[in-house]
């Protein structure tokens, strides 16, 4: 998986440096994104049922109610449920980047504007990236109940936003290269949720127990790479309070293979 | 200028565009006519390096399209035919970020949107959000961004679709000022647009050139008319 990894961020970046990379073309393009997410009642929409989601599990989960539970680590409560409402609020965030382009025909108009496709994809990407990056500040309220309630260990906290910014970047890329290859929203959604459910759901504790109690080398083998292609085992241990370099390149090396698969479907579709 | 050399694009086993070769000069207006299915869109496409060409070449003032993109790509104005926007962003935000990804920024950047305004007469719409236009007013704002950075060459695909009978006379008169010292191709349903605003034009069909020359000249080809002419050029290969 590593090899791959590798691999996949050599491909990006020979993208990025395969021409002079224009900041300010990227800036606009990511400027336009987030605009045009602000301005839609779709976007406020979204962040209150996502927001609504976090903090309903959150306290009201049965069995699993933070309050109740007398902890203040938010490992087991709040950071929990993060991959799996990540899985479905990140393709919903960025269902319409590329998508829209193609439904609206705007793709012809930027494609013959001084702009390079990775660029059009950094900036699509970084728009939906900046979003996810609010509407996980807008869940700092669950982090402040707690520090007023008890006394938590901050580290392990910041450690789990990191993992969930990862996490839901690691999404969004998914999503955009899926909105590459089709001009509807609601295929978009309905590839790429499955997708990153599937990164969560392979490397979920019951279902790696099951091939690590298999017995059977094949399925303790299957186990093992399909855990090193989800984002469960990475996001854990963020979760934990650790930052394990592997980890890192594990999110770097899935983003930068999407935005790649991205760029180079979007190169091909032209053709 | 525009120098298409050899030019063929095949969509699988289907030829939109033969063997086609053309130049545009400085000064000159070259309005390219044919039936739907011609191969003027995909021409264009290919010029303006949305596409790429199954073989042969295109430059634009000297500079290969395909193998300098972006170089070739900031000498061109285009205008495609289905006239698309951002439809959530308003008139001004629409032709601020085009301008941004022109290069611009600043007080260069309003005083090159504000210009563009003026000339194509959005004065009107500035505030209003894209997703509310008239045909007409989408094809002008569309027409405002091709025009933001004064580019020397200009591709407009059906530059006068969907405008009232007012606004393709102030269209018209806009190209033909324009034309006067840049390089312009634009295509046209509408024949008497040729005589109205072209040095030249030139009818292609299944993706060949069946007829080239001024205005004129075609209307002396086609006994007096240019409609003639097109009719019997391109009805012709319809029914072989």
Request: with cysteine; proline share 4%.
């Given at each position: 998986?590593?090899v ?29 994104e ?8 779709l ?54 980047t ?11 108009l ?54 969930s ?8 890329a998914v999503?955009i ?9 609601v ?11 599937l ?9 790696q ?7 059977v ?5 299957t ?11 990475a996001f ?22 999407c935005?790649?698969?991205t760029?180079?479907?979007l ?5 | 200028?525009?120098?298409v050399?050899?030019?063929t694009?095949?969509?699988g086993?289907?030829?939109a ?32 390096g ?23 790509k ?27 990804i ?8 309003n005083?090159?949107?504000?210009r ?23 094809h ?16 407009l ?11 393709k ?17 634009f ?30 000249s075609?209307?002396?080809?086609g ?11 391109t ?6």
């Amino acid at each position: 998986m590593s090899v791959i990894g590798i691999f996949a961020i050599l491909l990006l970046t020979a993208a990025l440096i395969g021409g002079p990379l224009l900041i300010a073309n990227i800036r606009a393009i990511f400027c336009r994104e987030v605009n045009s997410f602000f301005t839609s009642p779709l976007a406020y929409v979204l962040m209150f049922i996502f927001l609504v989601a976090v903090n309903a599990l959150t306290f009201l989960w049965p069995g699993r109610e933070l309050v109740e539970s007398e902890q203040a680590a938010l490992k087991d409560f709040f950071f929990f449920y993060h991959p799996w409402i990540l899985a479905f609020y990140a393709p919903l965030l960025a269902m319409r980047t590329l998508a829209d382009e193609h439904r609206q025909g705007t793709i012809e108009l930027i494609s013959t504007m001084p702009v390079r496709t990775i660029e059009l994809v950094c900036g699509k990407f970084l728009g939906s990236f900046i979003v996810l990056f609010a509407s996980l500040l807008f869940t700092a309220s669950v982090w402040i109940t707690v520090s007023i309630l008890g006394d938590p260990d901050h580290g392990p906290i910041i450690a789990g936003y990191l993992g969930s910014l990862f996490v839901g970047g690691a999404f969004i890329a998914v999503a955009i290269a899926v909105s590459a290859v089709t001009r509807s929203q609601v295929i978009c959604v309905a590839v790429s949720i499955p997708i990153c459910l599937l990164l969560c759901i392979v490397g979920f504790d019951p279902v790696q127990n099951f091939f690590a109690d298999s017995g059977v080398g094949f399925l303790s083998f299957t186990g093992e790479l399909l855990a090193s292609i989800s984002v469960m085992p990475a996001f854990v241990d963020f979760s934990k309070g650790l930052i394990e370099i592997r980890y890192l390149f594990y999110f770097v090396s899935v983003i930068a293979l999407c935005l790649f698969i991205t760029n180079t479907v979007l190169q091909s579709k032209r053709s | 200028m525009i120098e298409v050399k050899n030019l063929t694009k095949q969509f699988g086993s289907k030829t939109a565009v033969d063997d086609l070769s053309f130049s545009v000069e400085q000064g000159e207006v070259l309005g390219f006519l044919g039936p739907n299915g011609a191969g003027k869109s995909t021409t264009m496409r290919v010029i303006t390096g949305f596409i790429p060409a199954t073989s042969g070449e295109v430059e634009i003032c000297g500079i290969p399209i395909a193998k300098q993109p972006e170089s070739a790509k900031r000498k061109i104005g285009y205008l495609p035919e289905s006239a698309p926007l951002y439809e959530d962003m308003t008139v001004a935000g629409f032709l601020r970020f085009c301008a941004s990804i022109r290069g611009f920024s600043g007080v260069a950047r309003n005083e090159a949107v504000d210009r563009v305004i003026e000339t194509c007469f959005l004065q009107t719409v500035v505030h209003q959000s894209i997703d509310t236009l008239s045909k007409g007013y989408r094809h002008r704002t569309c027409l405002a961004q091709s025009l933001l950075h004064d580019p020397e060459v200009l591709v407009l695909d059906e530059p006068t679709d969907g405008l009232d009978p007012n606004q393709k006379h102030e269209v018209r008169k806009l190209i033909r000022e324009l034309g006067k010292k840049k390089t312009i191709i634009f295509s046209t349903h509408i024949l008497e647009e040729v005589e109205a605003s072209c040095t030249r034009a030139m009818i292609i069909d299944q993706g060949r050139i069946v007829a080239e020359g001024t205005p004129e000249s075609l209307r002396n080809e086609g006994s007096g008319s240019i409609t003639e002419l097109f009719r019997k050029l391109t009805t012709s290969d319809v029914a072989a």
